[in-house]
């Protein structure tokens, strides 16, 4: 039974910080990948970062420099710390995996595996 379940979420001033964890269980992976993504309003959804089986790791233009993602394989988790948050990174993150090839942790398409959010709010 897989199941991805995020935490960590809040409401923090522009500028403050927060760090995202998604525990994972019931996923092998075989060259697959994780990424966290977020649906703004209007129920947009766009890539956040994703780190591939490989170790390859990729952000969108906006978070560069400001968010970080890792995976403690120990712990089962993933991680998206979130630093000089700015109120247009208010969203709900959810955390998506695949254990096979074939899906995108960029742009989530063909993804297996979706947790059911945590809420950012920077005001």
Same mark, same amino acid.
């Given at each position: 039974?897989?199941?991805?379940?995020?935490s #960590?979420?809040? *409401?923090?001033?522009?500028?403050? *910080?927060?760090?995202l964890? !998604?525990r994972? &269980?019931?996923?092998?992976?075989?060259?697959? !990948? =994780?990424?966290?993504?977020?649906?703004? /309003?209007? @129920?947009?959804?766009e890539?956040? +970062?994703?780190?591939? @089986? @490989?170790?390859?790791? =990729?952000? /969108? @233009? *906006?978070?560069?420099?400001?968010?970080t993602?890792?995976?403690?394989?120990?712990?089962?988790?993933?991680?998206l710390? =979130? %630093? %000089?948050?700015?109120?247009?990174?208010?969203?709900?993150?959810t955390? +998506?995996?695949t254990?096979?090839? #074939?899906? *995108? !942790?960029?742009?989530?398409?063909?993804?297996?595996?979706w #947790?059911? #959010?945590?809420?950012?709010t920077? &005001?």
């Amino acid at each position: 039974h897989v199941q991805l379940v995020e935490s #960590g979420g809040g *409401s923090v001033q522009t500028g403050g *910080s927060l760090k995202l964890s !998604c525990r994972y &269980s019931g996923i092998t992976f075989r060259g697959g !990948c =994780m990424g966290w993504f977020r649906r703004l /309003r209007g @129920d947009k959804r766009e890539g956040v +970062a994703s780190l591939d @089986d @490989d170790g390859k790791i =990729m952000y /969108r @233009d *906006s978070v560069k420099g400001r968010f970080t993602i890792s995976k403690d394989n120990t712990k089962n988790t993933l991680y998206l710390q =979130m %630093n %000089n948050l700015k109120p247009e990174d208010t969203a709900l993150y959810t955390c +998506a995996a695949t254990g096979r090839l #074939g899906g *995108s !942790c960029q742009t989530g398409a063909y993804l297996q595996y979706w #947790g059911q #959010g945590t809420q950012v709010t920077v &005001s």
